[in-house]
Structures are given as C-alpha cells and as structure tokens.
C-alpha cells in the first residue's frame, strides 16, 4: 500500500472507491490494521502540534528506531531521509516512522497476539483525540496520562487512565470496555461518557449515553448509571449518585469550553492551572471552599476567568507570571 495514499487517507482526501482499497487492504491482514492505526493515532497528535517542530520529528523517530533495533537480535538497516513537499511532511515523517518501525516490530517479533502498549501524556494548556484500535473514540483532558495497547487482546478491552477523558466505546457485547483509574473502575460495552480521576481532588464517572457500571478500586462500592447520571467517589464520604444532571456541560472541555456547576474555587482553581499551565494560590479555606457555577467560551484567557469570578463581588486576584494570588473581600 503507497504511503502517499494512506497519509492522504488520514488526511481525508481519498474518494470512494480509493477507502475500498485501504478497507481492502485492512482486512486482509490484521497487522495492516495495526498499523494504520498507529498511523492514525500519530496523525491525531499532528492536529496538537507535537510535530510542528522538524527537530522533534526527528528526535521521535529516532526513538523509534532506536527502540526497535533494542528489541531485536538482528540488525536492521539504516534510514534514510524521507523528503515531502506537503504542509504535512513532518507529521508526515512521523506517521511513516510509525508505519516501519511497528511493521518490522511485528515481522520480527512474530507474536500476533502481544501488542505494544502505549502511553500519551498531555501536557498542562493542551488537548488530544485519539481512535483506539476497536473505533473507540477518545479525547483526553490537560496533564492526563492514557495507557492502551495498540490492538486489543480478542478477550478484553482494558485501558488506564490518570486524569479526565471522554470515551465514545464502539459497542461489542462480547468483550467489555475497562477503564482502570487509581480510585474507580468503570465496565462499558459501547456508551459516551466522562471520566475525571484527577491526584487529590474527587473522582467522578458522568453518563451522557448507554449504561456503565462504576466500581472503586478496592471493590467496596459498586453503582450502575443510566444517562443524565453521575458517579462521585470520596476517599472520606465513599461512592455518591447524582441523579437527573445535565451531562453536556461535563464533555464541553472537549471542545475548549470551561463550564462550572456549583463547583467549589479549589476545583475551579484546579481546572484552570491544567487548562494554562499556571499556579494559583487561594488565600483561606473557607474561599476555597465556596462555589460557584459559570460557563467561558474557548477562547477566553485566564485574566477574562479570574475577572468573570471578581465581578461576583466574592473574590480579587493578583497575576504576577504564570503565579496567582486569590483573595476575599
């Protein structure tokens, strides 16, 4: 298959009957689909300018190579330059790194059934989508870490999750969908819903469609949700259902919206440092604790947020670089 033909692919440039072709191609063997779907999920990354830099497109694709011939016994041969004249050479590059190394990874390994596992970590201010290898939709949230395997084992469909995501599970009632998180565990078969597991602050599962099923990590609690309902876990009050919520405002980050329900400042405050990789200091607990419920557009700055906020007549801040100072009245 041309690899010009499958980054136009990616791109969605192809015509009918050139899809056939690659569906074609895909189903004929099961690695074929491995790696356009590594293809795929680095084309995803383009879309958040990880390769806009040529430096760090090749740095990663050395990575790759290098990590490749660790694997093996044997040599593999030196690459060579690969030229593109499209706006798109360096991911581009990056996507064909990704096409040879886990190719070669597989002829050599000769292990079907072993897939490689991948972790992407989102760095503070930004945000990706990703498809896994099942169609299953993902985007994953600011300082969130993802784990998936590259093709799932024909038994189950397990991945890990620090942070927040929103997860479209393509339905497959033979082989259910796990989330594992460090507090909950959450089993779907094909549904849309919210996970947000971030260190020191309450985990919770948010239902917009299908029916999951929401467990703690120890497995002392457990809860089934239906849409339009929420899933909180507390190290100190346990596992709470929320019934008859709005679910929109709960993925609007997926978009870059920001969108608070009574929510307290420290949650707020929490959101807004992943959202601009910044640091903000709340001058007493009780502020912290009062809550709030406002909704910003995604191109609104973090000095358009605070001042949002100080019109309440509830609070003042103080920016001095990327540190902030909240204070009462």
């Not at 093996?72 to 060579?80: E, T």
């Not at 609070?315 to 540190?323: E, H, R």
Request: neutral net charge; glycine residues 6%; contains cysteine.
């Amino acid at each position: 298959m041309p690899e010009t033909l499958l980054i136009r692919y990616l791109n969605g440039e192809c015509s009918p009957s050139e899809i056939k072709e690659i569906e074609r191609w895909v189903a004929a063997d099961r690695t074929h689909a491995d790696l356009l779907f590594e293809m795929e999920r680095i084309w995803a990354l383009k879309d958040e300018r990880r390769f806009s830099d040529p430096q760090k497109t090749d740095e990663m694709f050395d990575r790759l190579w290098t990590g490749l011939r660790q694997r093996q016994s044997v040599a593999l041969p030196v690459r060579k330059a690969i030229k593109w004249k499209s706006p798109f050479k360096y991911a581009a590059a990056a996507a064909i790194a990704a096409l040879l190394s886990v190719n070669l990874y597989f002829l050599w390994k000769g292990q079907p059934d072993v897939y490689a596992e991948n972790t992407v970590e989102v760095p503070g201010g930004q945000r990706v989508a990703l498809t896994l290898s099942d169609g299953t939709r993902v985007w994953l949230n600011s300082q969130t870490t993802f784990t998936y395997p590259s093709r799932f084992s024909a038994r189950s469909r397990n991945v890990r999750l620090r942070g927040e995501a929103f997860f479209e599970v393509a339905g497959n009632a033979s082989k259910p969908f796990i989330v594992e998180s460090p507090l909950l565990r959450v089993k779907v078969l094909g549904t849309k819903f919210d996970v947000k597991t971030y260190p020191h602050q309450n985990a919770s599962v948010t239902l917009s469609e299908g029916k999951v099923e929401v467990s703690t990590g120890d497995g002392h609690y457990k809860v089934t949700l239906s849409p339009s309902q929420q899933a909180v876990y507390s190290e100190t009050t346990g596992l709470t259902l929320r019934k008859n919520i709005d679910p929109d405002p709960y993925r609007s980050w997926t978009v870059g919206e920001l969108n608070f329900h009574n929510q307290t400042l420290a949650d707020i405050a929490a959101d807004l440092e992943r959202r601009f990789d910044v640091h903000i200091r709340i001058a007493g607990k009780e502020l912290a604790e009062d809550r709030f419920t406002c909704h910003f557009t995604e191109n609104a700055t973090v000095e358009q947020i605070l001042t949002g906020l100080k019109e309440t007549k509830r609070l003042s801040y103080k920016i001095d670089g990327k540190d902030i100072a909240i204070t009462g009245y």
